[in-house]
């Protein structure tokens, strides 16, 4: 599976931005899929998944309520719906494909979309 984010840009707080991702490979409609991101001086974290039908998702506490992602089997690709944007949201996106159980990790990765909020 290879994987290309788009979406990501400059946005001032409260705003509102669409995260894509543009999946490659036969198994991408097998899988879970999501977003993680990586702040300035932070460690990856998780963000939010999606089963492989796109019934169930799951997001990370920080984002809940403020964050949606979905996906388009279809067109091989998931989105991630981010509103109410925070400073503190700003990071580099990455989609990632097979995530694991305990959405620690996964399997495949993107190359990553920078978003920045400002104040």
């Known amino acids: 599976v290879q994987l290309q984010a788009s979406g990501g840009g400059l946005v001032q707080a409260g705003g509102s931005l669409r995260l894509s991702c543009a999946a490659s490979g036969p198994t991408f409609s097998t899988v879970r899929m999501g977003w993680f991101r990586q702040g300035p001086g932070k460690e990856r974290e998780f963000v939010a998944q999606?089963?492989?039908?796109?019934?169930?998702?799951y997001r990370a506490d920080s984002v809940k309520g403020r964050f949606t992602i979905s996906r388009n089997n279809a067109k091989n690709t998931v989105y991630l719906q981010m509103n109410n944007l925070k400073p503190e949201d700003t990071a580099v996106y990455y989609c990632?494909?097979?995530?694991?159980?305990?959405?620690?990790?996964?399997?495949?990765w993107g190359q990553g979309t920078l978003v920045t909020v400002s104040s």
């Open positions: 990632a494909a097979d995530i694991t159980a305990d959405n620690g990790g996964a399997a495949y």
């Open positions: 999606i089963s492989w039908s796109g019934i169930s998702t």
